[in-house]
């Protein structure tokens, strides 16, 4: 097993930063043994004493060099299945190192690549290598589709968002448990490009430019279909859907399940959204379609200026717009105030929302779990955001979830879906075992 090449903090880091001394204070051959809540298989409450293991916590960066920091911990075994648990609070099942550490390895995943956080942590003071961040991503991305997975043919190829924010099944679960009045959902796809995509749509595009075809913007197979549910109202993404190839009516069902409830879903002109309950189509994408039609708007592109054509059109889509939400508010009288339609009319909330997750991935993989990994910490924090558009802002997520990262990472993989493998730590002369999802 390789291991990662120890590091030194750089002399520009500030001191205040060193979090590596306070984990060594706070944690260094301490003894735990608080006794587990609940067995992570059977759900059991009885336990009885098992033994006490000495594991290692972390590794932390010194002047002299990398520091093991190690930990006694009591081992609990379940009186109604025989689990043998650890100590609970301090260790997740199947993570060499603990709690704390892996928790802020996922929290900077949300806005930094794999080797971005394994740079930040060690300024931090922590020895963490960015293949370790990325297996702690998806590892959480597994246990989330275990407790919130959205699922087709028995495959789980995306995650019930508002299930692992606040406990519910759909928006009408939701509405009903925080006494929410309208709630509208906006849906979209997008397709993050695959590592080496650029280097060969531009290949594919040069090619087509000699036999005299049309370019394409992005191939299928080299990218990744992303389709998600977003809550304007709320601020609050409510289902994330990731496979390979085009969007298509499979995907939108299963985010429809999530949806149910909404008192109307927005979406683009694509046909996989008819399966949507009250569904309306975006402004926006409606006009677009009718301006290449448009007899008035073409002649004036061949005679006119472009502010003329441009204060035709501007004047078209405001009298559509009028008649659009004068339409929604008598549908939906819910999202009327003041005698003004204050619901969505256009997909543009959402159509940022994708931006915002290609923005935060920062970098390509051609790993389909790699990159629904760091997707789905992406939707997380955006739908628990405390700051935003330069100020402390308070979201619904905030205010009403009590999601922390310890209810997604402390469910434990069935083990007739994980192997068991031995590995050999060089640094410590011991042989430890691990259980690893099965591909």
Known sequence: MRL???KKIP????????????????????????????????KG??????????????????????????????????????????SDGLFYPNCLYGRPIVDLCLYLAAKNPYDRVEVLMMHFGIQVDGDTVKNYVKLFKERAESIAGLELCGKSIGINLLKILFG??????????????????????????????????????????????????????????VAVSFAPELNLYEAMVIASGEFNFAMANLLSQVTNGSDYNLTDGEPAYNCMKNR??????????????DAVYNELKKHRSEEEISEYWHRRYMEEKEKFENELAKKYPVFVEDDAFNGAISTNAIEGGNWRIKYELRTP?????????????????????????????????????????????RVALREDRVVERYHYDTQRNVLYRTLDRVS
Do not use: W
Request: net charge positive; glycine share 8%; charged share 30%.
């Open 45 to 86: 409450k009885e336990f009885t004493g098992y033994d006490t293991e000495r594991r290692l916590f972390g590794k932390i960066i010194k002047p002299d060099g990398v520091k093991n920091i190690y930990v006694d911990v009591k081992r609990y075994q379940c009186k109604k299945c025989g689990l043998v648990m650890l």
């Open 280 to 293: 309306e189509i975006c402004l926006v994408h409606r006009m677009r379609n009718e301006r290449k039609k």
């Open 168 to 225: 519910t099944n759909n928006v009408e679960a939701l509405k009903k448990k925080y006494g929410l009045g309208g709630v509208e959902s906006v849906s979209d796809e997008t397709y993050p490009a695959k590592k080496g995509a650029k280097k060969k749509l531009r290949k594919e595009n040069m090619r087509r430019k000699r036999e005299g075809k049309k370019p394409v913007r992005y191939l299928i197979n080299e990218s990744v279909c």
């Open 365 to 409: 993989y051609r790993n389909i779990d790699a990159i629904g990994g760091r997707i789905l910490q992406i939707l997380i924090s955006e739908s628990m955001k405390a700051f935003s558009s330069g100020k402390p802002v308070e979201s619904f997520g905030v205010v009403n979830s009590n999601f922390t990262y310890s209810q997604v990472m």
């Open 4 to 6: 990662p090449k120890p």
């Open 11 to 42: 002399q520009a880091t500030p001191n205040l930063l060193h979090l590596g001394s306070i984990i060594e204070k706070e944690y260094a051959d301490k003894f735990f043994d608080k006794i587990p809540s609940e067995c992570t298989r059977c």
